[in-house]
């Protein structure tokens, strides 16, 4: 019997599991993918906003700011990449400079430093490369951009180091209440705990609905992105959000931690939470709207699009929506609700995991006890593209398989691939390998580097090649057996 | 140790540049090979057809690339495998390289010459964006073979190609051959971007249908591919309404072109010309930084591994030249694309350099019945080239004597297709 289940590894879950490790509790995180943080946190804008958009009465106000203020302290323990880049909501004529006004103040209402309303010249000083209709901006210095996947899979591997059982592949299709402890049916093996955090992403309705009375509804919008090659990397500087309107934030042009460049989304409500599908009219409308605010996007430099999904919640009546988030002890006792957890979610989790731990759960559990051994820190990554030659040297001298480049685009090395299968909450497929190391993210998409990032995970796990899967284990194949001539040989 | 010439690459380009380089009397030569062998990508192009204009038979790949290695091994050219160049940078009179391997660790060495000779990648699905999921059994065409040829398993049973280059053609034959069935091949173009030869051999002969001017506008499936929706496209290349058909698939391959590798050229800060996404070159495929060559695929992408190894033939003279000191630096012309054609290669030419003629590599935009490419220099015509057919997948080669263009002391020669005169 766990003390706590948490049903869902994404940012939230993966990031309050490791929070919870602050007290000795035996804790189980379960996932239905083969990986951690494979659906919303793999897909979004990966900005760490400021915290000027949201209204001080709701929790995205309250923790959007001072969540954002922890980043540099929280990547340094998880080593994630980010940086502090500012963003600017730049607007095209005197009513957006309006709009401008109301968002600084509300800005200043929700305690973000820094904030400034900048003038035509002093926005065009500072990125070059925009519309040169635009007239002014809203600047918001402490605006950043992260890595989201390394985070929730460093903030998972934390977890494990700290004593969290992680348990991928667990589907789960049904929850008992035995009041007094849940019994959690999944597809894997089934799990038993006295308390559960529901953070389960867009199906966080659907596993509620197992324990209690539906109280809110999960909607699914799709959003589109491109990503542009490093050599676009450079066109701007930091986050560039239009003018918000009724329909959301807009069309974001920024660059991302690793040197690409980004663009996107759009807010498409899709029925079916796992359409992911694109579609070239929502393609071509982020490329128009991109365009309105940076015109020379080069668009022949593209290297992929994709669609992510937000969990928009739906709350009370079905019909209306308070746009918050859901994060308390549901109606039902023992059961924590950590839903709707859409934008600002990334920027917010610091905060929001320190408001589940003590605020929620702490109270729930009599004599909780402080865990002296928790280590905030994961082991360094040995990025071997970002050492200096120096450091090149010695690396390769300590492990010469870091002397073996595996992926061309961005320098990973046999020896980051080998590391990241053998951490806790290691890579088992070859997205996950790609997501933990950056091999096959490049401009030839892994066309040379994936067969021998097969090769390489067959190896350290000891299976066959045609064992290895894209990502969900057993169906995203990637190889369908030997050969013909292979099989006449034998 | 200082080096003469260091070639980066040991693919045909690499190995026939430094034979070349040795015999034109460099003495220290060095190639520098990334992968596990020498030989290139010709390791898993085990299909025949290499060598009919350099050794008047057909050769597979390996076998062809066997003909080279086994020249730089009698010649005694040493060569570092699993190595690769992180940066290369210019000194003045010397260059120096850095690179890894596992054996040397952390290596920077020096050489009076360099030749590139990277080769080039395939476009992947991200960059054409074809609309729907992200699933498993999207490759290119190039990462399939490896998996076939190479490591003796299939990706799949039931295949799509999209795009008609001549990887995609072979790899249509060779996933039938080794138990997979191949449902269509579908080519944007209203005409195919591979080898006629090879429509003949890896589609006709086994009853592959090419779909011309068709595209994928769907890819089915959420976990592994589950199929693909293909449409028809008018004249513009917009799709035609209507003309949807869904073709069930587990395996999409890609052939859709493919990209000079000049991630050390554009870092070296070597002029690339935006038509070739290769280095800009003269005759002996100097680049724009001194002492510094390249050819092969890195330049500009061949057809035929005949020419990638004619080119390198230059380059490895080239090399010579220079650090003997007899490389002459005034350009007296520079190339220009005209009507109908893509690129022409050499972009300039010193003609001090020239022994007896400069072949221009160039493509043409599209398809020409009865027409000839015409070279001028201002509204002099100076010289043609008469082709049955001009297909944009049948690289050109034009032939112009150093006595035609010795009659002009310097300018631009522009190549023009048009009617013949």
């Known amino acids: ?490 | 140790m200082i080096y003469d010439v260091v070639i980066l690459g040991g693919g045909p380009a690499g190995l026939a540049a430094a034979v070349e380089a040795k015999n034109a009397g460099a003495e220290n030569v060095l190639i520098l090979e990334r992968d596990r062998e020498l030989g290139g990508i010709l390791n898993q192009c085990i299909h025949n057809g290499f060598g009919l204009h350099t050794f008047n038979e057909e050769l597979t790949g390996p076998e062809y690339a066997e003909r080279y290695i086994d020249q730089v091994i009698a010649l005694n050219i040493p060569y570092l495998l699993n190595t690769m160049v992180l940066d290369l940078h210019d000194n003045g009179a010397l260059k120096s390289i850095h690179m890894i391997n596992e054996e040397n660790g952390y290596l920077i060495i020096e050489a009076r010459a360099v030749i590139l000779t990277m080769g080039c990648r395939e476009r992947t699905s991200g960059a054409i964006g074809i609309p729907g999921y992200r699933p498993s059994g999207v490759f290119t065409a190039g990462t399939a073979q490896r998996f076939i040829n190479m490591e003796g398993y299939l990706p799949g049973k039931e295949v799509v190609i999209l795009g008609s280059g001549d990887i995609g053609l072979i790899m249509a034959r060779r996933m039938t051959l080794e138990g997979a069935h191949v449902q269509a091949v579908c080519e944007l173009m209203p005409y195919s971007n591979g080898l006629v030869r090879n429509i003949v051999q890896c589609l006709d002969d086994y009853n592959i249908p090419l779909k011309l001017s068709h595209t994928i506008t769907f890819i089915h499936g959420k976990d592994r591919l589950e199929g693909v929706t293909i449409a028809k496209v008018d004249e513009k290349l917009k799709v035609i309404p209507k003309t949807e058909e869904f073709i069930p698939c587990d395996t999409l391959l890609l052939s859709v072109g493919l990209i000079p590798e000049n991630e050390i050229t554009r870092n070296a800060g070597i002029v690339i010309d935006n038509r070739t996404n290769g280095a800009i070159v003269g005759e002996l495929r100097q680049t724009s930084m001194p002492g510094v060559f390249a050819c092969g695929n890195v330049v500009h992408v061949h057809d035929l591994v005949d020419f990638v190894s004619e080119e390198a033939v230059l380059a490895g003279k080239g090399a010579v030249n220079y650090i003997n000191g007899d490389l002459a630096s005034e350009i007296t012309f520079t190339t220009s694309n005209g009507d109908g054609i893509g690129y022409v290669v050499p972009q300039q030419v010193a003609i001090k350099n020239v022994a007896d003629k400069v072949t221009f590599y160039m493509r043409v935009r599209q398809v020409f019945q009865d027409q000839v490419v015409n070279a001028y220099i201002g509204d002099q015509l100076i010289a043609t080239k008469k082709e049955p057919k001009l297909l944009p997948a049948e690289m050109i080669n034009f032939n112009i004597t150093k006595d035609v263009l010795a009659q002009y002391p310097a300018g631009e020669i522009r190549f023009v297709v048009e009617e013949a005169r």
Do not use: W
Request: with cysteine; net charge neutral; hydrophobic share 40%.
């Open chain 1, 1 to 490: 019997m766990y003390d706590i289940a948490i049903i869902g590894a994404g940012i939230a879950g993966s990031y309050i599991a490791r929070e919870l490790t602050r007290y000795k509790l035996d804790i189980v995180l379960l996932d239905g993918e083969n990986d951690v943080g494979n659906q919303i946190t793999m897909a979004n804008s990966a900005i760490v906003h400021a915290g000027f958009d949201a209204s001080a009465t709701k929790l995205k106000g309250k923790f959007n700011a001072p969540g954002n203020i922890m980043y540099e302290k929280v990547c340094d323990d998880l080593d994630v990449p980010f940086k502090r880049c500012g963003s600017l909501v730049v607007a095209h004529d005197e009513y957006e400079m309006a709009t401008i006004h109301d968002l600084y103040q509300n800005g200043l209402k929700n305690g973000v430093p820094g904030l400034q309303i900048l003038f035509k010249n002093a926005v065009h000083a500072m990125e070059p490369n925009l519309n040169k209709a635009i007239c002014g901006a809203l600047y918001a210095p402490t605006a950043g951009i992260v890595s989201p996947f390394e985070l929730c899979i460093h903030a998972a591997e934390n977890a494990v180091d700290n004593g969290v059982t992680l348990k991928t592949n667990h589907l789960v299709s049904d929850i008992k209440n035995h009041h007094g402890h849940f019994e959690i049916i999944t597809n894997g093996e089934n799990v038993k705990a006295k308390y559960v955090i529901n953070a389960a992403g867009l199906y966080a309705d659907d596993i509620y609905a197992m324990v209690g009375k539906p109280y809110f509804k999960l909607r699914a919008r799709k959003g589109h992105y491109f990503i542009f090659d490093k050599e676009a990397g450079a066109l701007v500087n930091s986050v560039i959000f239009p003018c918000p309107s009724k329909k959301g934030k807009g069309i974001l042009v920024a660059p991302t931690v690793h040197g690409n460049l980004l663009i996107g989304p759009d807010a498409e409500p899709v029925s079916d939470k796992s359409d992911l599908a694109t579609t070239g009219e929502r393609l071509d409308y982020i490329k128009e709207n991109a365009l309105k605010n940076c015109p020379d996007l080069p668009f022949n430099k593209i290297i992929r699009s994709y669609a992510g999904l937000r969990n928009t919640p739906v709350r009370d009546t079905f019909t209306t929506t308070d746009g918050d988030f859901i994060i308390e002890e549901s109606p039902v006792r023992g059961f924590i609700n950590v839903a709707g957890y859409e934008s600002p979610g990334l920027s917010s989790i610091p905060v929001v995991a320190r408001y589940v731990v003590e605020s929620i759960v702490k109270p729930m559990i009599p004599n909780i006890e402080e865990n002296h051994n928790y280590n905030p820190k994961v082991r360094k990554h040995l990025r071997f593209d970002e050492m200096t030659d120096a450091e090149k040297v010695e690396i390769i001298k300590a492990d010469p398989k870091y002397g073996k480049v595996i992926c061309r685009c961005e320098t990973i090395t046999e020896g980051e691939i080998i590391d990241v299968i053998h951490r806790n909450a290691g890579a088992r497929s070859v997205k996950a390998v790609k997501k933990r190391t950056r091999a096959g993210m490049g401009r030839c998409q892994g066309g040379f580097c994936s067969p021998r990032v097969v090769e390489i995970l067959a190896r350290e796990l000891n299976v066959r090649l045609d064992d290895i899967m894209y990502d969900q284990q057993d169906s995203a194949y990637i190889l369908s057996g030997h050969t013909k001539s292979v099989k006449e040989e034998a």
